[in-house]
């Protein structure tokens, strides 16, 4: 008996074909509305698709009617989409008809019990590839700490000395940061301190959010104008989850004909490797820079032929991703006179903008600024053209004492080998006004800047032109041109040229010649000529290494007179300092500073250079001198308390921090030695190593009688789940032993116990000495 389904439309038809009674010249025949299928023989084959050799043996049928039938999974693991046609249900398997398969070719060979499929490439599923894959981060939680971050400056110039003194407190936990910024003066017999700013700040990298409480500024969005405050601010903050891309993407299609393998290249730097099977590909979240760049896609297939897509990509924080949104909302009072006054608040306020990716080249932006004074609104359109220009159009209407409107656009096309060039123009009416305006000023009535670049072979050339028509006091035109050339690896040269337009003539000329003597110090020399003077210029400049030690800074200028500022600088560990003196219009001055910080981890004080971003501590208890590293980088070795300080960890970002076995004493236990850190932004972290001491030794167990342990008697430490077997003469090696320890020896059907105190020792496998097993 054989069992046939036949598949077919609306209708799915089982029948059962017996020998006896319609089995004819061994053929089973069905016939249904007309359709015969006639089972002729099966087929096994070798196949080779596309010219590539499958390295399997695929069963196949053929029909009475010539046609060849193949296997519904075997369609799948070709990646060939499955047709929409009849099919048949052969020894429980369903098989479609090759006829289906529309454009495809084959050719069997019946001696060497092959077949060659030649499929195009339509008849492929498409095969996708993710570029770029976002992985969200979780720091470590902070616990309660502490840093104080200083900067004494003190200058003097012919007789007149001010001492000044920056001071930053933080205080951080689990609930956020808490920091205060003040600044002390001494002048003479004028002794100030003025409060610059107090805000608490909480991170929410969950939900990519940050809540602030205290001294801010505004988010001002596409026309707006950021202005300081005291009070509440709720916003987006892409910033607390780096890998998070929220700008689009480019994407990418090809097709390859044959199993290939494709490299993905952003800006001439691979970034992604895949194998694919032959078809249709896509490539998306291709990881890009913000600005123009390029995308090459190389698709390799298995005979080593190449093809190369190109795609001119363009990547700007201006656009977001569709239905990706952010927001900022502010409350509070305006904050006047900063860095003069420490609590000069007047009108209370309310802010909000909010940004939403309608699609990969269109973004929508509005923006409310509500107080009792004045109330404004008005909304952006951020536009993508042609992958290359970037077009900016907003427009604002303000109520105050009376109407007022502001219209905005600018757009820019970027390049990196080719002509540069764009506009920003702004146009208010008189009575606008938005936040940070003063009472009684007006805003320019007409703003513009105008730029293009020509690169020229190894030369770039910039023309810019700047226009303020101010609104009761004189406008502004001026043109400005600068050309750069590398004339070789380490010698550069820079033209800039300055003129205004209107009023009286007031034009400059700089010609500067840079030579990089190696990767810190640099030599130029240069010249300028202006409308009232000219002089020449010479500088020798040492930069700060990223460790410690020295700089310098020799700038000195001759003209009518002789005018210089020379500083010489050096960096510790726990502090940067400079000294400088300096002659310009016939007075000479001088002035020392000297920055660093203190900080608290865990009842722990260290000393370092200022801090400015998050930081942490190794601790390593009971090791001295090991070097620690920071992304394979030296920053110091354990003091005598084992403790280490690691200034400058990146907030939210995976910061590398290790150690090297060959650096830990040989009694050492080590789990791991390299650890993973994330921390909340100015905030601390203690790292813990998981390394401790080895607690074990070899000990002699003898009985009551003197005699040894029998060799083979198992040995079992009170907490610990491993045996230790017994040697010869009792000798028995354990390990994992606490301070206090409770031990059991077995040996057929006898027992013993003894106790065992432990001590640290320095040597790699003591003797712990001969005890008695009662």
């Excluded at 780096?242 to 097709?255: A, D, K, S, T």
């Excluded at 820079?289 to 190389?298: A, D, P, Q």
């Excluded at 208890?621 to 005598?640: A, C, E, R």
């Excluded at 791991?672 to 002699?700: C, N, Q, W």
């Amino acid at each position: 008996m054989w069992k046939l389904n036949l598949i077919g439309g609306p209708y799915t038809l089982r029948l059962k074909c017996k020998k006896k009674k319609i089995f004819f010249f061994g053929l089973c025949v069905f016939v249904i509305s007309g359709y015969a299928a006639v089972i002729k023989k099966e087929l096994l084959l070798a196949v080779k698709l596309n010219g590539t050799d499958l390295n399997r043996i695929v069963l196949f049928i053929e029909t009475s009617d010539g046609q060849l039938w193949i296997e519904q999974d075997e369609i799948k693991s070709m990646h060939l989409k499955l047709p929409q046609a009849k099919s048949l249900v052969y020894k429980q398997h369903t098989f479609y008809p090759f006829s289906a398969l529309k454009n495809i070719k084959y050719q069997v060979n019946h001696q060497n019990l092959n077949i060659a499929i030649e499929a195009p490439p339509s008849l492929f599923i498409s095969n996708h590839i993710e570029g770029y894959q976002f992985f969200k981060l979780t720091p470590q939680v902070s616990r309660l700490g502490g840093f104080l971050n200083y900067d004494f400056n003190d200058q003097s110039t012919q007789g007149y000395q001010q001492l000044n003194a920056l001071l930053e407190a933080g205080i951080f936990n689990q609930y956020g940061v808490l920091t205060n910024t003040e600044l002390a003066q001494i002048a003479g017999s004028v002794h100030k301190k003025i409060r610059l700013s107090t805000t608490w700040t909480k991170d929410m990298p969950d939900t990519m959010q940050t809540l602030r409480l205290g001294d801010a500024f505004t988010n001002p969005g596409m026309w707006g104008q950021s202005v300081g405050y005291g009070g509440l601010q709720w916003g987006t903050n892409f910033s607390t989850q780096p890998n998070f891309i929220p700008f689009p993407l480019p994407e990418m299609r090809g097709v390859a004909t044959i199993p290939s393998s494709v490299d993905l290249y952003v800006n001439n730097a691979l970034v992604a490797k895949s194998n694919i099977p032959s078809g249709p590909f896509s490539i998306t979240n291709i990881p890009t820079i913000t600005g123009e760049g390029s995308v090459n896609v190389v698709v390799t297939d298995i005979l080593g032929r190449q093809q190369i897509i190109n795609l001119p990509s363009y990547g700007s924080n201006a656009l977001l991703k569709p239905n990706l949104t952010s927001h900022s909302y502010e409350i509070g009072y305006l904050r006047n006179n900063f860095g003069i006054e420490s609590n000069d608040y007047s009108q209370l306020f309310f802010s909000t903008t909010q940004r939403f990716g309608i699609s990969d080249t269109y973004t929508h932006e509005w923006r409310t600024e509500l107080s009792r004074q004045l109330q404004t609104i008005g909304q952006g359109e951020t536009v993508l053209i042609k992958n290359t220009y970037l077009l900016n159009v907003s427009a604002a209407v303000s109520h105050a004492a009376g109407m007022g409107v502001l219209g905005l656009l600018s757009i820019q096309h970027l390049s990196a080998i080719q002509m540069t060039y764009g506009m920003n123009l702004q146009v208010t009416s008189r009575k606008f006004v938005r936040l940070g305006l003063q009472p009684g000023t007006f805003m320019p009535s007409v703003q513009s800047q105008w730029f293009i670049g020509i690169p020229v072979r190894d030369v770039t050339y910039n023309i810019g032109f700047t226009q303020q028509i101010n609104r009761g006091q004189p406008s502004t035109r001026f043109l400005t041109f600068t050309a750069n050339k590398i004339i070789s690896h380490n010698w550069a040269l820079n033209v800039t040229g300055l003129s205004n337009i209107g009023g009286a003539v007031n034009k400059s000329i700089f010609l500067t010649l840079t030579h990089a003597l190696d990767d810190r110090t640099t030599l130029s020399s240069g010249a300028v000529a202006q409308t009232q003077a000219s002089q020449a210029q010479f500088q020798l400049q040492r930069s700060l290494p990223t460790d410690t030690g020295y700089g310098y800074n020799f700038n000195i200028a001759q003209g009518s007179q002789l005018n210089y500022l020379n500083t010489l600088s050096a960096q510790s560990n726990v502090g940067n300092y400079y000294a400088t003196a300096a002659r310009q219009a016939a007075q000479t001055g001088f002035q020392w500073d000297a920055s660093g910080a203190v900080s608290l981890l865990e009842k722990h004080v260290y000393f370092s250079r200022s801090l400015t971003n998050s930081f942490g501590a190794v601790s390593l208890p009971g090791y001295q001198n090991v070097n620690v590293y920071l992304n394979n980088q030296i920053i110091g070795k354990t003091n005598d308390s084992g403790n280490v300080f690691v200034p400058a960890l990146l907030p939210y970002n995976k910061n590398v921090v290790s150690i090297k076995p060959t650096d830990l004493p040989l009694n050492a236990t080590i789990e791991k030695t390299e650890l993973d850190i994330i921390p909340y932004y100015r905030s601390g972290v203690v790292i813990h190593f998981p390394i401790y001491p080895a607690a074990d030794g070899m000990a002699e167990l003898v009985l009551p009688t003197g005699q040894p342990l029998p060799a083979g008697a198992v040995v079992k430490i009170s907490g610990n789940e491993k045996d230790f077997p017994v040697g010869e003469n009792g000798v028995t090696y354990l390990s994992g032993l606490q301070e206090k320890n409770h031990l059991r020896a077995e040996w057929g059907n006898t027992h013993c116990a003894f106790d065992l105190t432990y001590k640290i020792t320095a040597e790699p496998i003591p003797n712990l000495g001969t005890y008695v097993c009662k």
